[in-house]
């Protein structure tokens, strides 16, 4: 009798026990799903976070002849200041660069094979530490429309037609001195095409470094799913 009443005795105590432990592998659970997510939303944030060199909102135009330089609000970059140049050929068509509402567009009159460029001037900047590229929004462009980057005015990466609208990586490995974005001091851009070419570019911006390094948050819910297990094997 003694010992009934013993083990009657206990067994609110293990049917507590054993509704605590699911409620808090229940709540462990839920955390590591939160954590999931909240860690997704960080990483699409990063990636997303990449310096702008020029987000085509100051307005600045130029036909057949050179523009600027003028200072240039919609970066990130120090101190940048741009300059617009447009030359057509023959000398009696139109080539024309013009600079607004996010949009860079470059067009050329009928018969005119001309080329464009932007340049690019800014304070000194380690690019290299925070960026691994640059990234092209094309939102239209002729098939025959070519693109050429020039860094420090030393560096090249030579003329490349990108086949069509879509986003587009330029790796500063691509260039023939990639030491130069550890101390960038200006940037060009030089366009080219056949007859009547044209084409139209969202946002310049540069492709985020990515660093391979395990966050606190990724570390705590692998803790808390370790404990999710453990208290399973528990039940079990």
């Given at each position: 009798?003694?010992a ?5 005795g ?18 462990i ?5 939160l954590?999931a ?7 699409a ?30 970066t ?24 607004a ?15 464009t ?9 380690d ?32 003329f ?7 986003h ?46 395990p ?10 799913t ?8 528990k039940?079990?």
């Open positions: 009798m003694c009934f009443n013993k083990w009657s206990m067994l609110p105590q293990f049917f507590l026990i054993t509704l605590l432990g699911k409620a808090l592998n229940m709540v659970r839920k955390l590591v799903k954590i997510l909240f860690t997704l939303i960080l990483s944030q990063t990636v997303q976070a990449g310096v702008i060199i020029d987000d085509f909102t100051d307005f600045q135009a130029v036909s057949n002849g050179e523009n600027g330089p003028i200072s240039v609000v919609g990130d970059l120090p101190n940048l200041l741009r300059t617009l140049t447009a030359t057509a050929s023959p000398g009696n068509g139109e080539a024309e660069v013009v600079v509402n996010g949009v860079l567009n470059i067009s050329n009159d009928f018969g005119s094979i001309g080329t460029s932007i340049f690019y001037s800014f304070n000194t900047i690019l290299a530490a925070i960026a691994d590229g640059f990234l092209f929004n094309i939102n239209f462009i002729d098939l025959s429309h070519e693109v050429q980057m020039v860094a420090n005015a030393t560096s090249f990466f030579d490349v037609n990108f086949g069509g609208v879509g587009y990586e330029i790796g500063f490995s691509q260039f023939t001195d990639p030491s130069v974005f550890n101390r960038l001091t200006s940037l060009q851009l030089n366009f080219r095409g056949v007859k009547n070419w044209d084409a139209r570019f969202g946002s310049l911006v540069t492709e985020t470094k990515s660093v391979p390094e966050s606190v948050i990724a570390l705590l819910a692998v803790g808390l370790a404990l999710s297990k453990v208290g399973n094997r039940k079990a």
